[in-house]
């Protein structure tokens, strides 16, 4: 578990961090959201002694960060970031293995890891020797997501990893990285200025802003009940209602039903959304519902509150 | 690409122009009495051996709306016909002159030689010629014009008869001036690569050390050597003879050594050392992974600067007493003899030259790996 006590940080007169106490579960994908400014970096920072508060403190388990010497610390945190920051002279294996060969693990394990995460992250494997400058920018957050991973950490830090992506690119790295977390139970602390982006991989969301957190939720409390004008005014607006489409599952709203053979069918872990979508599509108000028997999904349920 | 294409080659017609009219108006070489007294010049028209000099000046016009080898072929045969000619043309005029005269070289010698040489660097640049062409070109041309000083084609020429009297005191004296160098250089690196190292975080240490070399490189050098003879003499290292030249030296390297290893560690993109620091990479780890290897093709090009400036200011070196090539400048300038003058000037042009050309093949050569 991660703690924040009421920490601050100031730069020069403004205060970048104000008073912030925040609480993030083993295993969470916690996003921090926000406007550009709000410090959601700097707090980022704060968890692996890039930044250290001015006042408060940060625990990690139970140990206050500046108990352990900030090298061994981030060794066992990763760390991947906007511009990537691969290493320029090291090809894409050598850059995967950094952390791994900081520990002093042997050759073969390092090979063997960057070899897995590489297949992880659906990079192909002949541009393990390739340098960071031959490769497309979604090639390149991949790599750096596979870095930060490297060392197995219990906890990973993101800021805006895929803030420089085109929405394709950007949405395939996404589904990819939430199957990664499920599959290895990682605590991670993502930084992003985009709500879409929050709502579509934060279990919660913290929302910043002028150094303090305005609501820390899941994606449908901040969507369902907003504290107040400003949080609405970022999770509202013209699509408030298809996010809240995107947020909930097929799971949750299906109803005991039936329909005519040869009724399309959605999975149930897909979205309302593309539920709706697929019922835009087919000119049906009903959709079968995979793998649940006796079960649809239809524009009523759509539209009926959130259970 | 057109627009170039179909404009004038201005560069190409200025050399041969200004080849040309240095053939027909310039002194190619002079014959004075003796080494000291001033003599009688001619132009290369007057003199038998070099008359075909504006004929192949006009050959070298014509060729500038040619392709860039027939332009570079054209400019490598003048350039080592003239010098092939000229030391023919000194030994004819030096049966013909008294038993101490001498045959000097003259402007226009020099003009011509420094117009075909431009040439064949801009015909080699338009060529965009590989770096391996290059060199060969160069070496090519260096190694003929030695072939024809072993051969004894220069030694009726003032300047090589200079050396002849001075081969050991010459040899001595090369050795000297890269060691004066090469020393000041190395010890601009081991103070000033790891005071910039020091200063490289702090805004104000940076603005501050900066500005300091800033005011040592606008002293004077001759002024700089003056002032430091009496404190190294009241510390009991020597006001004059190698002490001073190397403090002197060492203090104008300073500047060129801590700019470039600044730009140098600037090199690695701020992203990246944000990374590595958040991956926990030691600090000395964020040097000498990240920040030294990126930025090596900056430091190989400061040092190449740092060495051609000291081979140049070594020179002034002799002033105060220390060895070095620049005491033939200077033994010259009291005597009046030009040529001894000649002789130490030209060395160190081509130290300079020959150490800037090793350090940018070493550069290259570096390229591929950083
Ligand atoms: N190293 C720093 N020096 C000075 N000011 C900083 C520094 N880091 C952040 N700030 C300031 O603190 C505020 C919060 O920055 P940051 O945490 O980067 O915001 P965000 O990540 O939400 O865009 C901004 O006003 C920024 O200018
Ligand atoms: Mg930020």
């Known amino acids: 578990m991660i703690e924040f006590s009421n920490v601050s940080k100031r730069f020069g007169q403004g205060e970048a961090v104000d008073g912030v106490s925040l609480q993030i579960a083993s295993g969470e994908l916690f996003v921090l959201v926000g406007p550009s400014g709000s410090g959601k970096s700097t707090l980022l920072r704060m968890i692996n002694r890039l930044v250290e508060p001015d006042e408060g403190s940060v625990r990690i388990d139970g140990k206050d960060v500046r108990d352990t010497p900030a090298t061994d610390l981030r060794r066992g945190i990763g760390y991947a970031i906007q511009s990537v920051g691969l290493f320029p002279h090291w090809s894409v294996a050598r850059n995967i293995g950094t952390v791994p060969r900081l520990l002093g693990w042997s050759n073969d394990r390092i090979e063997a890891r960057v070899q897995e995460l590489m297949a992880m992250l659906e990079l192909d494997a002949g541009i393990a020797t390739r340098l960071p400058a031959e490769l497309s920018g979604g090639q390149q957050q991949r790599v750096g997501v596979a870095r930060a991973m490297a060392a197995t950490p219990a906890i990973v830090l993101m800021d805006e990893p895929f803030g420089a992506l085109d929405p394709v690119t950007r949405e395939k790295l996404q589904h990819a990285f939430r199957r990664i977390h499920a599959d290895t139970g990682t605590t991670v602390v993502f930084v992003t200025h985009d709500m879409d982006e929050a709502l579509q991989l934060g279990d919660r969301i913290a929302f910043i802003d002028g150094g303090h957190v305005r609501q820390c939720g899941t994606p449908l409390e901040l969507l369902l009940s907003p504290a107040d004008e400003v949080v609405r005014g970022f999770v509202g607006g013209a699509s408030a209602g298809l996010r809240l489409l995107s947020v909930r599952k097929v799971r949750d709203a299906m109803t005991p039903g039936s329909v005519a053979d040869g009724t399309p069918s959605i999975n149930a872990d897909a979205d309302l959304r593309q539920a709706l979508s697929m019922m835009v599509d087919s000119r049906l108000r009903t959709l079968r519902v995979d793998g649940a028997d006796g079960q649809v999904i239809s524009l009523d349920g759509l539209l009926a509150p959130p259970r | ?370």
């Not at chain 2, 603005?207 to 009496?230: D, E, H, K």
């Not at chain 2, 300073?254 to 290893?261: A, F, K, M």
């Open chain 2, 1 to 370: 690409m057109r627009w170039t294409e179909r404009t004038w080659p201005l560069a190409l017609l200025a050399l041969g122009i200004a080849g040309l009219l240095a053939s027909l108006v310039l002194n190619a070489v002079v014959v004075a009495p003796n080494r000291l007294l001033t003599g009688h010049g001619y132009v290369s028209i007057a003199i038998p051996t070099l008359r075909w000099l504006p004929l192949a000046w006009l050959v070298v016009l014509a060729t500038s709306r040619l392709p860039a080898a027939a332009g570079l072929a054209a400019a490598m045969s003048v350039l080592s016909a003239l010098l092939l000619a000229t030391g023919l043309a000194a030994a004819g005029l030096l049966a013909a002159a008294g038993e101490h005269a001498r045959v000097q070289l003259g402007a226009g010698f020099w003009c011509m030689v420094t117009a075909a040489v431009l040439l064949v660097a801009d015909r080699l640049r338009e060529l965009k010629a590989r770096p391996y062409l290059r060199l060969a070109c160069w070496t090519g041309l260096a190694l003929l014009v030695v072939a024809m000083a072993a051969t004894g084609v220069f030694d009726r020429l003032s300047v090589v008869q200079e050396f002849a009297l001075q081969r050991t005191r010459f040899i001595t004296a090369v050795g000297q001036h890269l060691l004066l160098a090469f020393a000041a250089a190395a010890a601009a690196v081991a103070l000033g690569a790891p005071l910039a190292m020091a200063v490289a975080q702090r805004q104000g240490g940076r603005g501050a050390t900066l500005a300091v070399l800033n005011l040592v490189q606008t002293i004077p050098s001759m002024a700089l050597f003056a002032l430091l003879v009496a404190p190294l003499a009241w510390l009991g290292v020597g006001g004059t003879g190698n002490a001073p030249a190397l403090v002197a030296l060492t203090a104008y390297a300073l500047l060129p050594v801590v700019r470039y290893t600044l730009a140098g560690l600037a090199t690695a993109p701020p992203a990246a050392l944000d990374a590595a620091r958040g991956m926990g990479l030691q600090p000395w780890q964020v040097l000498t992974r990240v920040q030294l290897p990126l930025g090596l093709p900056v430091f190989a090009a400061g040092l190449r600067i740092v060495l051609v400036q000291s081979i140049g200011l070594a020179a002034v070196a002799a002033l105060v007493g220390a060895g070095g090539l620049g005491r033939f400048v200077f033994l010259g300038l009291g005597q009046g003899a030009n040529d001894l003058v000649m002789l130490g000037t030209l060395a160190i042009i081509v130290l300079a030259l020959a150490a800037d050309g090793a350090c940018r093949a070493l550069e290259r050569w570096m390229e591929p790996r950083a």
